[in-house]
């Protein structure tokens, strides 16, 4: 059976064990789609078409075309088709796509360093905790006060995985090991801090070029979820896993709030609906999978490191002064509002 099918029978599972999620509130800001013109939403990034977020936009893609009888026309465009992570995340503003999602960092990259609180360094202690930091405890909501103005909605996160490191060398237990390893990293300057508080050598670098460095020798690893070492199969290059869970780097979903407010108000309830269900479906896809990606690495070749919690301890320490650089540059009343969501 291939994964993709396996994905779509995990999607039906996901969705008999979810409720519906209901969506108050309305579109109607903007200047308004006629009633009878169709409504086209292209929705891009650059996951495989065969990783659980594309499955979940093409779900959404069905949901979308039977609520409205065929009205709202959802167009799923992966594997960077409509161009790489920042000119994507732009063109929303443009009109060229009108749903981006991505790692945290790139809309951050544009807006501004204070998005960049959903990136601390071991902000989270587990998948549950980030869950119920982000969406019971009013997580996103407050990520949203910082997109005010900025012509931007993040309209749902979904679960990329906690971010961990591969590399052609070894695995790392401290800073003495992150000596000299030359990590990929985005162009995001919380990503850069964070290895150069951990002693590494962080190398920005825009997602295309990632693989054929890595393929190459021109850079040891990098830093990303289990299921783009799995999607990406970069265990065969870069073998030696560290799980480091440093990092939650949600994927914000983003869209341009103009075309938001746009949609008239039934579709806008109709999109919203199908839109947080689809991304409830994928965060539980992805986590289901995560927890098999170990085995397949160490079946592989692979080595597999767990970095235990005092390691875990003792890299959060180096990372304390990113925690009072990140609040001056936030804000102190967001910060310390978002930090307790996480149980900070």
């Not at 990259?109 to 204070?114: A, D, F, K, L, R």
């Not at 000596?179 to 150069?196: D, H, L």
């Amino acid at each position: 059976m291939s994964k993709k099918k396996v994905l779509s029978l995990i999607l039906i599972a996901v969705l008999l064990s979810l409720s519906l999620v209901g969506c108050g509130g309305g579109g109607g800001g903007g200047e308004e789609v006629a009633e009878d013109e169709p409504i086209i939403i292209k929705v891009g990034h650059t996951d495989t078409s065969s990783r659980s977020t594309n499955i979940s936009v093409e779900w959404l893609a069905d949901y979308m075309a039977e609520q409205t009888d065929g009205r709202v026309i959802v167009e799923a465009y992966p594997d960077g088709q409509l161009g790489d992570d920042p000119e994507m995340c732009k063109g929303l503003l443009l009109g060229t796509v009108q749903v981006y999602f991505g790692l945290s960092g790139v809309l951050g990259g544009i807006v501004g360093p204070q998005l960049d609180i959903v990136d601390l360094p071991f902000l989270y202690t587990s998948y549950d905790n980030w869950v119920e930091g982000s969406f019971d405890k009013g997580g996103l909501e407050i990520y949203n006060e910082l997109l005010e103005g900025t012509g931007y909605t993040c309209v749902d996160f979904m679960y990329n995985g906690m971010m961990n490191l591969a590399s052609s060398k070894k695995v790392y237990k401290s800073k003495e090991d992150m000596a000299g390893y030359k990590v990929r990293v985005t162009s995001s300057e919380m990503n850069v801090n964070i290895f150069n508080a951990l002693g590494a050598n962080p190398t920005p670098m825009a997602w295309g070029e990632v693989y054929t460095s890595v393929v190459q020798g021109a850079v040891d690893g990098l830093t990303h979820s289990l299921g783009v070492f799995n999607d990406f199969k970069f265990y065969e290059y870069a073998p030696y896993i560290t799980l480091t869970e440093h990092q939650s780097s949600p994927y914000t979903v983003v869209m341009a709030t103009s075309f938001l407010e746009s949609l008239p108000e039934d579709v806008y309830d109709i999109w919203m609906d199908g839109l947080h269900q689809a991304c409830a479906m994928q965060r539980e896809m992805e986590r289901e999978l995560e927890l098999g990606y170990v085995d397949t690495f160490i079946a592989n070749g692979a080595t597999v490191y767990a970095s235990t919690d005092e390691e875990k301890a003792a890299f959060y320490e180096l990372c304390k002064d990113i925690y009072a650089a990140q609040r001056d540059i936030t804000g102190a009343d967001v910060f310390d509002r978002f930090l307790a969501t996480a149980g900070k």
